[in-house]
């Protein structure tokens, strides 16, 4: 041991007499802290507004605009306006294309955004059924610098963000603010509440009528069956009746007369019924219109009472069945065709409303869809109605008109025989008996109607109760005065309904200081390396000491390699606190932790050359190239290739590094003395290299030295 220090003493003496060895043993010791400050300042934050805010991208919106409901939207104009407030990036604003595009090729930009004259119009084009998705260019300088497109293709995902809350945002807004298209035009001054309800009375009025005119057809059709009875018991007496007289035949052609305004009643309360069901469907359309448009943006509200319409679906149906009873066997083919084609229609309609009402995910595009689809089948219904309408007026009418001729003929030829003319009485009995059966037929489908119909007011009747008690409801008043008075608050919510809170866990004020504990292993490595640079690790003779002692040659001169690297750390620590100012929850483990690390670089590099020499010092170097790219220093370990994510963990730095991180975002358990026991591990490993492994390589490296000293240009 005595030895030992005799070494160390003689080095000193040595290098305190030498004003050259002063001077570069502090250089030594500062070189190694302006590696690690000037790395860290420059990387201070780089990332943060006020470094990528220098970065220029153009932006230049050729957006034309659209209208919705009658007002001008430019989503375009509206996302220029909100990145004119955003400092992520050094937004350029130029006024034309081309100026944007030429700035990205002469270098003037590192990228341009450019949203191009459609896009307002693409983005609302599912307003008109077709979805086109609107491109917004994006030109990229990928040659000016390699970091740079990473850092601003922050903006491409800035003015994705931007663009889809100004749209969700103008949208809703507009829609807010268009009154008419939610309320109803004719509701002047009234609320969206007033408008619902008004139509749902109007709807409840409609049926009373209905009802009422239902009740007149099914007198109608009592009276003309009595009519008809009459006639058919009349029938077998003809023989007498002739005898009677022309007062009898008189008696028969005011019966004919009867029937025919029976038959012209039935024709009217038949097309007056197909009437009804296109009103019923007019009417069905304009409340699920409504609807629809109030589900967009408040289905809870509605999901309560205002979608409730899709019950008046099945009576719809049975309505229109009750209106082709008294007629649809007869039909020819097509005809029926037709009849079913329209139950099919009412029933697809019926069937989008109880999806959409059991679906309580539906999104605004979704309603919106549906909507479509919806009243696309209630428009092909009422073509389909009017067609049938046509089909009875044109033709099933022309035949009951054909058959009252008929009639009349008949009692031409009985007057004939009541003038001595042969006739036969057969034809008029059976068109009688066809007549009855229609009208039988007729009557019972027009008191299923009745009884629909007074079933569907009564669930209207509660539908109106539902919604009157739902307006008292304070959640639904404050939605209502919300899209009444402040539209652009709820389309600001809309767009972002969420906010997302962020919690740091071991917040670090600066990308700079992250990086400190990195940067500050790196130099104190490069400082360890430069020592077996300039310091001889070969002991010469040392007066007092007549043989030393391998062991005592290399821990003598590894004293001054200790030294010199504990003052390269403290510099280079206090610097990082005091000088930097880098965020550092205990100065105290941060010093403990740079300096454990450089005991261990310079008793690691320092064996390697005492064992290897030159050879020693190149695998130092190679070591740490392969540290500062696979340590996990910048990029997560978890990024870089498998080969390094393999070795990371049999390397130095990551623990010196580690250490220093609990001491600057905070410490959990006993992470920070694991990292400090680790790195005792390769002081184990240096001293094996230094005192065992060299002993074989003596006498190779004392060749190398000699061979190298003989070539006369290399130390």
Not at 140 to 148: F, G, H, M, Q, V
Not at 222 to 231: H, K, N, P, Y
Not at 488 to 512: C, K, M, Q, R, W
Request: glycine share 8%; aromatic share 10%; hydrophobic share 45%.
């Amino acid at each position: 041991m005595r030895n030992i220090f005799k070494i160390f003493i003689s080095d000193a003496k040595r290098i305190l007499k030498n004003v050259v060895a002063v001077v570069v043993i502090m250089g030594l010791s500062v070189i190694p802290s302006l590696y690690a400050w000037f790395n860290i300042f420059s990387n201070w934050d780089p990332y943060g507004p006020s470094a990528t805010s220098n970065l220029k991208v153009a932006v230049v919106s050729a957006d034309q605009g659209a209208e919705v409901a009658g007002l001008s939207v430019n989503i375009g104009a509206t996302v220029v306006d909100t990145l004119k407030s955003n400092d992520t990036i050094g937004w350029v604003f130029t006024d034309t294309v081309d100026e944007a595009v030429d700035g990205v090729y002469d270098n003037s930009y590192y990228a341009a955004l450019v949203i191009p004259e459609e896009f307002t119009e693409e983005m609302i084009s599912f307003l008109g059924g077709e979805i086109e998705n609107p491109d917004i260019i994006y030109y990229e300088n990928e040659k000016k610098n390699a970091i740079a497109p990473k850092i601003t293709g922050k903006a491409k995902t800035t003015v994705q963000e931007q663009v889809n809350a100004a749209f969700v945002s103008t949208l809703a807004e507009t829609l807010m603010k268009v009154g008419g298209a939610v309320s109803g035009a004719d509701i002047e001054g009234g609320t969206i509440g007033d408008a619902v309800l008004e139509r749902l009375n109007g709807l409840s009025g409609d049926l009373r009528s209905y009802i009422s005119i239902l009740n007149s057809f099914v007198s109608i059709m009592g009276s003309a069956q009595s009519i008809v009875e009459t006639s058919q018991v009349m029938l077998p007496g003809l023989d007498s009746m002739v005898t009677t007289g022309q007062d009898t035949v008189n008696s028969m052609e005011g019966l004919l007369t009867a029937g025919d305004a029976t038959a012209d009643s039935v024709t009217q309360m038949v097309n007056y019924s197909l009437d009804m069901v296109n009103n019923t469907l007019d009417s069905v359309s304009t409340v699920i219109g409504n609807d629809m448009n109030t589900l967009k943006n408040y289905q809870d509200a509605v999901g309560k009472g205002l979608l409730s319409s899709k019950s008046i679906m099945p009576y719809l149906r049975q309505m229109f069945d009750n209106s082709v009873s008294g007629w649809e066997g007869t039909a020819d083919d097509e005809t029926q065709i037709k009849i079913q084609s329209i139950r099919e229609q009412l029933y697809a309609i019926e069937v989008e409303l109880e999806g959409l009402t059991e679906n309580g995910t539906a999104t605004a595009e979704d309603i919106g869809t549906l909507e479509n689809q919806i009243m696309g089948q209630i428009d092909v219904c009422k073509q389909s109605v009017n067609s049938l309408k046509d089909y009875y007026t044109y033709t099933v009418q022309p035949s009951l008109n054909d058959t009252m001729n008929a009639m009349h003929n008949s009692m031409v030829t009985t007057t004939a025989i009541l003038n001595g003319i042969n006739a036969d009485f057969s034809d008029v009995g059976y068109v009688l008996r066809d007549y009855r059966k229609t009208l039988e037929g007729g009557k019972s489908s027009l008191s299923e109607s009745l009884s629909m119909a007074q079933e569907l007011q009564n669930g209207l009747a509660d539908v109106i109760a539902d919604f009157v008690e739902l307006r008292q409801d304070e959640q639904y008043q404050e939605i209502m005065k919300i899209i009444e008075t402040d539209p652009a608050l709820l389309g600001s919510f809309i767009s972002s309904p969420v906010n997302l809170d962020t919690v740091g866990i071991y917040e670090i004020e600066s990308y700079g200081s992250a990086m400190a504990p990195f940067y500050t292993i790196l130099a104190l490595w490069v400082g360890a390396l430069i020592l077996v640079a300039i310091i001889h690790v070969k002991v010469e003779p040392v007066e007092g000491i007549e043989e030393i002692k391998p062991y005592q040659a290399y821990f003598g001169r590894y004293i001054t390699f200790f030294l010199v690297g504990q003052v390269q750390t403290l510099i280079t620590v206090l610097g990082d606190l005091y000088y930097i100012h880098i965020q550092c929850h205990n100065p105290f483990l941060f010093w403990l932790a740079a300096a454990a690390s450089s005991f261990v670089f310079t008793l690691f590099i320092y064996s390697l050359t005492v064992a290897f020499g030159n050879v020693g010092e190149a695998l130092a170097i190679v070591v740490m190239v392969i540290q500062v790219a696979g340590a996990g220093g910048t990029f997560p370990i978890q990024t870089l290739p498998e080969i390094y994510q393999m070795v990371y963990k049999y390397l130095p730095f990551p623990y010196g590094m580690n250490a220093m991180r609990e001491t600057i975002g905070g410490i959990y358990q006993l992470d920070y003395w694991k990292n400090i026991g680790a790195l005792g591990i390769y002081v184990v490993i240096s001293l094996v290299i230094g005192l065992v492994v060299a002993i074989p390589f003596r006498k190779l490296m004392h060749m190398i030295e000699k061979s190298k000293e003989n070539t006369g240009i290399m130390i």
